[in-house]
């Protein structure tokens, strides 16, 4: 999918559930290009659009995401002030992901997580 380190085109992978974007969009009765349009960064004046209510409501409805999560991808991408303001794409999309992890699992992510930063201070360490 074009633009993949969008914050957009990681929701739509996230809700996509392996279906193209024209799957997507034939599944919903909607025209061809009505949600590609905007996943595509050549397309005029993309990169700094957020489109109208109507056109986030038909992404939310189409993928099966939340209203928010929509416009919040979309003001993200925009370059606008938002939610998470300080995240790249990539950060959101592993904080959805932990998320969506059982307690137990968090715990176990977070002792790995604690196991990388010790190596990393031992190995910056090394190097003085």
């Known amino acids: 999918m074009a633009g993949q380190d969008t914050h957009l085109a990681r929701l739509v992978l996230r809700h996509a559930g392996g279906r193209s974007i024209k799957e997507i969009e034939r599944a ?3 025209n061809e290009g009505a949600l590609g349009y905007y996943l595509k960064p050549s397309s005029p ?6 489109p109208r209510l109507d056109v986030m409501e038909r992404f939310a409805t189409a993928l099966g995401a939340s209203l928010d999560e929509v416009s919040q991808a979309f003001v993200r991408d ?4 938002g939610g998470n303001d300080d995240y790249t794409a990539q950060e959101c999309e592993l904080l959805h992901r932990f998320r969506g992890l059982h307690e137990v699992d968090r715990a176990r992510l977070l002792a ?12 910056a360490e090394d190097v003085r």
Do not use: P, S, T
């Open 78 to 81: 925009a370059g606008l002030r």
């Open 45 to 50: 004046g993309r990169k700094h659009l957020v």
């Open 28 to 30: 919903n009765g909607l």
């Open 112 to 123: 790995i997580v604690d196991v990388f930063e010790q190596h990393q201070h031992r190995n």
